[in-house]
């Protein structure tokens, strides 16, 4: 059986060169604050992965998507170990495009910090007297440079999207600006009317894009998941406070009221953050998770 070893890890995804695709690994591994957390969280990497794919198969009919299988007999005999499971996912080499597209559907987080300071969220006016956790009259687009490993994401302007693309891409920079940020703010529309329905908000989300061999745009990464996404549940949503939720929240509250913690979390914070990645999974797939 041949070995394979990542070509590339982040704080919690391995990713392996398998040819003429790639493999992306979900590892248990979970990061808050830019540290990699000392505790596994059990099955999240399998829930982020089908989660992906039920997005991703969702979504094909507004862009095209990197997925090709999570089956692990359409991969290598080395990744039909236990341990790839569930969380694998076979996909298209694409060359990424270096700008996280985020989406707010709803004010908060920084965006809520920066909008009491002076009415603006990544230099977007947003009108007056929103309070937090308040729905937006329309989602807005609020990209990011995707920093190396350790550095911090920078937010961006539109414009400043287009010059970074441009930079790369002489005279097609601004069309793939402008196309990112349609299909961001049509994924979101799309699926945060389906999950409302599921009894979820999608506060905000981000969304990564490449280009295929044919210059096509197409989806990467994760979509729509508890790590890249802010979930909350409808039931009981209460505008001029913050919300509970089914993502790493519930982790990075933990972490701030314990800062002598050394990113090691009690037994009891584990198991309550995979049943909150368990239920975001049932309440939207309409399937309890199995592996």
């Known amino acids: 059986m041949q070995e394979y070893q990542p070509i590339k890890e982040g704080k919690v995804r391995e990713v392996y060169d398998n040819g003429d695709s790639l493999i992306m690994v979900a590892t248990d591994r979970i990061s808050a604050f830019d540290h990699i957390l000392q505790n596994k969280i059990t099955d999240k990497g399998a829930i982020l992965t089908q989660m992906s794919k039920f997005w991703f198969e969702y979504t094909k009919d507004v862009v095209m998507n990197h997925m090709i299988s999570v089956d692990a007999s359409d991969m290598p005999e080395f990744f039909r170990q236990e341990r790839f499971n569930g969380n694998s996912m076979m996909c298209k080499k694409l060359k990424m495009l270096p700008i996280e597209c985020i989406v707010r559907g709803y004010i908060t987080g920084s965006g809520w910090a920066s909008y009491q300071e002076n009415g603006t969220v990544c230099k977007i006016t947003l009108p007056e007297g929103l309070r937090e956790s308040d729905k937006l009259p329309e989602p807005i687009y609020t990209p990011s440079t995707k920093a190396e490993l350790g550095d911090h994401d920078e937010n961006i302007s539109f414009e400043e999207s287009v010059e970074i693309l441009e930079k790369i891409y002489p005279e097609k920079g601004a069309q793939y600006a402008k196309k990112i940020k349609e299909y961001t703010i049509a994924l979101y529309k799309k699926c945060a009317e389906y999950a409302l329905k599921k009894g979820i908000i999608i506060a905000d989300t981000k969304f990564e894009f490449g280009l ?15 790590d890249s996404s802010r979930f909350w549940p409808l039931e009981g949503y209460q505008p001029g406070q ?38 975001a999974y049932a309440l939207l797939t309409g399937e309890e998770f199995t592996r």
Do not use: C, H
């Open 212 to 226: 295929d061999e044919d210059g096509n745009i197409v989806l990467g990464d994760e979509m729509l998941t508890p």
């Open 242 to 279: 913050g919300q509970p939720s089914f993502d790493k929240q519930y982790v990075r509250d933990w972490l701030k009221a314990n800062p002598d913690s050394d990113y090691l979390l009690p037994e009891d914070v584990v198991q309550k953050t995979i049943n909150k990645y368990k239920e």
